[in-house]
């Protein structure tokens, strides 16, 4: 009698490439090709040889500093693709419009989309002055509520490229064109969990808001914005559980 057979996998070289990005994505720091190397317990030739291919379709980043290792914008593009498929608004929606009735003021949800955030959905003030932002609206990540919320997730290296390819527009007096001043900003923006964006992109617009991350995985952001005489720093006080809160009640859904 004839044992059953057990089929090796095909394509091992992308089984491979797919336990290299596993790795990459678990690690605190960008890693070289030795470290690689030795915790996957792989040939150092082949991996060189497997980030070499990954660079070339942006799965990962190289470091040209230090030749070490990063994950690349393309595998942001597919996780955008993904995360449309997965529909961010249908884990939020519920979330999303206890807030927008909580403050009667616009509720936003945007992802990343390149170097832009992209609003996906939007609830209406409840008051009479409303804010003229469209859902497929793209605003910088640098001066927006949501934008330095996503920033404020991403490693150093990841900030290093962002930095280095954007130019700072200066878009109202209040925009911070200084990298170093925005560098700490986004510093207490992830020890305090939110972001404010005091009339930075948009003249006499305030908002507050706050990253979707879970599990190494960014979903988006989402704020809370208003005309800046309703926006106060008591207000925005006030806001702070409102909007911790709805962030935790969305991340409990999401996978």
Known sequence: MKQAQTNAPYGTAILKG????????????????SEIARDLGMNRSTVYKLLDTLQQVGFVHKSERNATYTLGAGLVRLAHQALNQLDIRTFAQNALAELNHATQETIHLGILDEDMVVYVAKLESKQTVRMHSRVGNTSPLYCTGIGKAILSTWSEERLDAYFARTKLHKYTAHTVTDEMALRQMLQQIAQQGY?????????????????????????????????????????????????????????????
């Open 18 to 33: 797919v336990d290299i990005i596993k790795y990459i994505a678990d690690q605190p720091h960008a890693k070289g090709v």
């Open 195 to 255: 972001a404010m964006d005091d009339c930075e992109h948009e003249a006499e617009v305030r908002c507050m808001a706050a990253p979707l991350y879970k599990n190494n995985v960014l979903y988006g952001a989402f704020s809370v914005t208003a005309p800046v005489y309703r926006f106060d720093d008591d207000t925005a006080a006030r806001y702070i559980p409102l909007v911790k809160a709805c962030q935790k009640d969305i991340l409990a859904k999401l996978p």
